[in-house]
């Protein structure tokens, strides 16, 4: 069975930096890409970028390129999603998400998610 | 990247059926057949309902369908249960190679 089991609930304060993974089972890691997904407070639910674990090309949403930082490690079947510097309004939910087996661009699987709570 | 255009919120009485829509442009719904749709309950996940416009996952109910007319895409749900309420996303693939979302509808069943 497919599963990508993503890391607990962080609270954080502004300025501090922050790494969250997102592990799959249940299939081979590099063969499909891996995006995260951001779910604000007001539940609207933003595309932030992806990953192809195979060669580790990566694309960004122009939203949130250069505010976070998207990674895999194949030898741990992981993705991950970095920010260097937190700022109150990176408080949300984080989902990683993953393709079904029968259309390559649709969120087919995803992560439980990881609450992202960021406040002085 | 604009996000897609939903309704706030629909609401129908069971056994009915309601629609929602989705409008994009040209740079999304228009160019690709790649309209997914996803269910998400109060304190739950997103769940995939619809991909591809119109195709049901294994394990959906045939009482979901979509449908796609120019830049608008659309979710009908027919024999409304009260099980169907929760919040209705729509997503497109777009001509960036990203991925562009719908603002949410939230469904109400009287």
């Known amino acids: 069975e497919e599963q990508l089991v993503q890391s607990g609930a962080e609270v954080k304060k502004p300025g501090e930096s922050l790494k969250i993974s997102c592990k799959v089972s249940g299939y081979t890691f590099t063969t499909y890409w891996v995006a995260w997904v951001r779910q604000t407070p007001g539940k609207v639910l933003e595309w932030m970028g992806i990953?192809?674990?195979?060669?580790?090309?990566?694309r960004y949403s122009p939203s949130f390129q250069g505010q976070v930082t998207i990674s895999a490690d194949k030898s741990i079947n992981t993705a991950y999603l970095q920010w260097s510097s937190l700022k109150a309004s990176d408080t949300a939910i984080y989902y990683c998400v993953r393709p079904t087996t029968t259309s390559m661009a649709t969120f087919g699987y995803w992560g439980q998610g990881t609450l992202i709570t960021v406040s002085s | 990247q604009s996000a897609l255009t939903q309704p706030a919120s629909v609401s129908g009485s069971p056994g009915q059926s309601i629609t929602i829509s989705c409008t994009g442009t040209s740079s999304d719904i228009i160019g690709y057949d790649y309209v997914s749709w996803y269910q998400q309950h109060p304190g739950k996940v997103p769940k995939l309902i619809i991909y591809?416009?119109?195709h049901r996952p294994s394990g959906v109910s045939n009482r979901f369908s979509g449908s796609k007319s120019g830049n608008t895409a659309s979710l009908t749900i027919s024999g409304l249960q009260a099980e169907d309420e929760a919040d209705y996303y729509c997503?497109?693939?777009?001509?960036?190679?990203?991925?562009?979302f719908g603002g949410g509808t939230k469904l109400t069943v009287l």
């Open positions: 990953i192809y674990p195979g060669d580790s090309d990566t």
């Open positions: 591809d416009v119109s």
């Open positions: 997503s497109s693939y777009t001509t960036s190679r990203s991925w562009v």
